[in-house]
């Protein structure tokens, strides 16, 4: 009661607002409750089940898995589950204490190539799963992580060259890197899509999701090398003369000595561009992917079920917000113990 | 007798476990000039930034011009109105010229108008024998200017009572002198004033009381002449032959 | 010397292989194209444009509807984002547990996914004319856009009206260093008096099934504004409680000794010196939303990339020169907005801060 009194009524103006405050919630929350959960249809398979007036999760539910799998084959989804619970144990051994750094980093490299091979189906006698049947969730997934694993050797490389004392090499990678961060991703994409296919020999195609992946990873790459040069400018100029004095050359230097420290310093940076560059993967649903939004989008011209896009925007930010807001938390979480933080 | 201006009773002060304050008991009245001295962590900056209501005792009552200062928002605002304080990292606004440093109080919180506050401004700069500086960010001077500037600033509020928080132990020593003279005007011309400060010589000079600190209560409190030559407690004699010695 | 003539070499292949791909395809190449016929309309221009304009006219539409979307969104981002980030620091529980949950929802939802919602499910889905939203009168709000009053100039009035806008600036700027706030109001004033003396303002008003007068912003336009505005506020709201967090304690507490009160400390005291540490991640954000107004390509409102890299681009099939001309002019932007954020932060921000 004396804590409502200091923080929520001391004074008139306080009280004001607080009332002010309170009404509104009521009036937008109220509704939208009702909409969202009580007066809800959730059981049914068609349209015409929902009826209350209330928002209709059938839709969602029945839809479900196209928005996870996209066109996936049905009968080879479990690929994409295998591939899923790889990445997660790839990613979970980072943040386990007793494993090593060095354990999870091989891991995840093996992972990664294990989970494409998987996807598409080459090499290990299961039918192929051509990428234009790519969708959805996993597919959104797909962009992020193979963008990042492509962009992130790029993005080292870019911060080392950002630095040398070569002018040649600073001033390209400099150029590089402000190049693709002055202008907007769509025209990243749009570059990738339409003028990739101009540059290679006449009859060689590359494959939509290798453009995409090409766009995004050289975006990718050009903030990922500005968070890493952010690692690289803490770390004090006495471990390089104590590797130099060592008799460590350039890259061994780098490889052993400067590059663990710097990346651990950035560990909430690199998360948080991740962060963006999960939200971003959204943008290849303009050159014609069907990503987890773009699918839902799709779905909402769908004939049998029109006049439900609040449904499916909800639905896709929920899905969005607790996967974003979860890799915060964990950002910040990793912020607060990188004190004693050990690799 | 008169009512003293500033009036602690059993305050208490706990930052988590640490007891800061232990049941302090001090009388302040009008003219008077205090030192509070003490060992570092006894207390002594805790209990003048008490006094303005900068920190909020957990059990006691401290009474200013007879307000007291547990009575809100309101209470604490006419209090800090009649007392001025100078800080040992002089907190200056960087961002504010000197004259705006000094006119900003007086117009905002005082209702001054602009050309009242800046005569006033300059009356004080001269009175910290800095008229000159007026123009310049806090930050172009030395750090022997900048606390002469804050103490022109907390003056030109007119301020009844002025609390000194270590004025003087963020400074090179020999811009010390410069202001410890300006203090020591300050408390010819009969302002009251209550000052935590390691300068001895300071103390001696200008106090009509010492005040002596130890983990957060009043082990001593005697006139200089009685604090100097005939300490009672034997904390004192330690605290006076560990910064007395050389 | 051998990854030089690699880089050569690499160079050489790609530009034989365009060439090829080009004369394959039947692909002009050069800048003329921008002078040809346009042969499509465009929904919102801010100058003259039909069928019959050059495509390079087109560019000029585009890019000027891409300024346009990011002035207002920087305008309103900025105001909200500071009153959020502000609000989370109030003495009030509930004002600053609201602003914490605007900021951690609007900022990790994709920006599209927001404008697609904006766009889709709240404008598209409003009542039409005859049933609009009716704000004081005024405004009006229904499935074909936001109507709101237009002030017309008489022939020449410009530029009384520019003078006045001129001579207030002026006068401003003089107030503001000698802190004479009723001599400002008494221009402002004067400034209002010039402006009903020149102009007239233009009232929307439903007439049959659709309103005349005043002015109309797209549903594109206002589903952009809204979501771009809303979604960088909230990471302006972020950088401003950064900024305020920054500000030495002994800052505050000088000015509560001061008995400053509470809405001048903020103003005269821990914003100053906050803006210190906002400006250049401002910046950043402002870099943002421009690229991010890009997003209008997504629901068709014709800015830069959804005219030029998109229908000219389908057009002519020119890739090269249209996506070379696009990116360089957001390049241009980003230099430009990065400029000048950088003296206002020599300038202002960090005023009296470098000795």
Redesign the interface.
């Known amino acids: 009661m004396s804590w409502a009194r200091q923080n929520l009524f001391s004074g008139w103006g306080n009280t004001l607002t607080t009332v002010l405050i309170g009404f509104v919630l009521v009036w937008a929350l109220v509704p939208f409750l009702d909409w969202a959960v009580f007066s809800a249809d959730w059981v049914g398979s068609k349209r015409v089940d929902c009826n209350t007036g209330g928002a209709c999760w059938v839709y969602v539910i029945q839809r479900f898995d196209q928005f996870m799998y996209g066109f996936y084959p049905e009968a080879e989804r479990w690929r994409v589950d295998v591939g899923a619970v790889l990445l997660m144990i790839a990613l979970m051994l980072f943040f386990l204490p007793r494993v090593t750094g060095r354990l999870a980093l091989v891991f995840l490299l093996l992972a990664l190539p294990v989970g494409w091979i998987l996807l598409t189906g080459q090499g290990l006698g299961l039918p192929a799963v051509e990428t234009r049947l790519w969708g959805g969730m996993m597919l959104t997934v797909v962009l992020t992580v193979a963008g990042l694993a492509l962009a992130f050797p790029v993005a080292i490389l870019l911060a080392l060259g950002r630095r040398s004392s070569l002018p040649v090499v600073r001033i390209s990678c400099t150029a590089f890197i402000e190049l693709w961060r002055g202008v907007p991703l769509i025209t990243v994409l749009f570059m990738a899509s339409v003028m990739l296919p101009l540059f290679l020999p006449d009859g060689a195609s590359v494959d939509k999701l290798l453009r995409a992946l090409i766009g995004v990873s050289l975006f990718a790459g050009a903030y990922l090398a500005e968070v890493i040069r952010g690692g690289l400018q803490a770390i004090p100029r006495g471990q390089y003369e104590a590797a130099a004095a060592l008799g460590l050359g350039y890259w061994k230097t780098m490889i052993y000595v400067i590059l663990p420290q710097a990346l651990r310093h950035v560990i909430p940076g690199l998360i948080n561009t991740v962060i963006a560059l999960f939200k971003d993967t959204t943008l290849v649903l303009i050159i014609g992917m069907f990503d987890f939004l773009g699918i839902i989008q799709a779905s909402l011209n769908d004939q049998e079920w029109l006049g439900l896009a609040a449904e499916g925007y909800v639905f896709a930010a929920l899905v969005y917000w607790s996967i974003c807001f979860g890799l915060s938390r964990l950002s910040i979480n990793v912020e607060q113990r990188s004190g004693v933080y050990r690799g | 007798m008169a009512e003293p201006v500033i009036k602690v009773e059993q305050v208490h002060k706990w930052f988590g476990s640490h007891q800061a304050l232990a049941g302090i008991d001090l009388s302040v009245m009008a003219g008077e000039r205090i030192v509070v001295c003490g060992p570092s962590g006894s207390g002594k900056s805790t209990l003048v930034r008490c006094m303005n209501g900068l920190e909020t005792m957990n059990a006691g009552k401290i009474t200013v011009n007879q307000i007291d200062l547990a009575g809100g928002s309101a209470a604490v605002e006419q209090v800090r109105k009649s007392v001025g304080m100078v800080f040992q990292q002089f907190n200056l606004f960087p961002h504010l010229t000197v004259e705006e440093n000094l006119c900003l109080a007086p117009t905002r919180s005082l209702g001054l108008s602009q050309a009242n506050a800046q005569e006033r401004a300059r009356k004080y700069l001269e009175r910290v024998h800095i008229p000159e500086q007026a123009g310049k960010f806090p930050l172009q001077l030395s750090g022997g200017q900048q606390q002469r500037v804050a103490i022109a600033r907390a003056l030109c509020m007119e301020p009844q009572i002025m609390l000194f928080d270590e004025p003087t132990s963020a400074l090179d020593p020999e811009m010390i002198k410069e202001v410890l003279d300006v203090i020591a005007e300050l408390a010819a011309d009969g302002m009251t004033m209550v000052c935590v400060t390691h300068e001895m010589g300071l103390a001696r000079a200008m106090a009509d009381r010492i005040v002596f600190l130890d983990e957060g209560q009043i082990v001593e409190e005697a006139p200089p002449s009685e604090f100097f030559k005939a300490p009672k407690s034997d904390r004192t004699k330690q605290f006076l032959s560990r910064i007395l010695q050389h | 010397m051998v990854a030089v003539a690699v880089v050569i070499a690499g160079a050489v292949w ?1 530009f034989g ?2 060439l ?3 004369a ?1 395809r039947g692909i002009a190449s050069g800048f003329s194209f921008l002078k040809s016929t346009a042969g499509f309309g465009i929904s919102t221009s801010l100058i003259d444009f039909s069928e019959a304009s050059s495509i390079g006219r087109a560019f000029w539409v585009g890019l000027l509807n891409t300024l346009l979307v990011s002035a207002i969104s920087v305008v309103l981002a900025t105001i909200l984002g500071f009153a959020i980030g502000i609000a989370r620091f ?6 600053g547990r ?1 602003a914490t949950v605007y900021v ?2 609007l ?7 927001q404008i ?2 904006w766009y ?2 709240v404008l598209r ?1 409003l009542p039409g004319p005859r049933q609009s939203y009716d704000l004081a009168g005024w405004f009006f709000l229904n499935n074909r856009g936001f109507y709101i009053p237009k002030l017309e100039i008489i022939d020449g009035g410009g530029w009384v009206l520019l003078g006045a806008v001129v001579m207030a600036f002026l006068a401003f700027w003089q107030c503001r260093h ?3 706030s009723r001599s400002c109001a008494g221009l402002a004033v004067l400034l209002f008096i010039s402006l009903l003396a020149v102009g007239s303002v233009s009232v929307p008003a439903l007439t049959g099934f659709n309103f005349t007068g005043g002015t109309v912003l797209s549903p594109e336009l206002v589903a952009l504004v809204i979501a771009l505005s809303s979604y960088t506020a909230a990471f302006i709201a972020e950088i401003v409680r950064a900024g305020v967090q920054s500000v ?1 304690r ?2 505050i ?9 509470d809405k ?1 400390r903020m103003r ?2 821990v914003i ?2 906050a803006l210190r540490v906002i400006v250049p991640l401002l910046t950043n954000q402002y ?1 943002n939303l421009t ?2 107004s ?2 209008a ?2 629901i068709a409102f014709p800015d830069l ?1 959804s005219v030029f ?1 998109g229908t000219v ?1 389908n057009i002519t099939g020119q ?2 020169e249209i ?1 070379g001309i ?2 360089a002019v ?2 241009t932007i ?2 430009t907005i990065a400029f000048s954020m950088n003296i206002f932060n020599r300038t202002t921000a960090m ?5």
């Open positions: 790609l292989n365009t090829d791909n080009l394959n109030s003495k009030n529980w509930l004002l609201v951690e929802t900022r990790n939802i994709p920006l599209l996914l697609f919602f889709f499910a889905a000698k802190g004479i030495p002994g800052q507490e000088a000015a509560d000794a001061l008995s400053l009160p001048d005269f005291v100053p010196q870099l690229k991010n890009s997003l390509a997504a990339v890299a681009l890739a090269i996506i696009t990116m957001y390049l980003s230099l005023r009296g801060l470098s000795s």
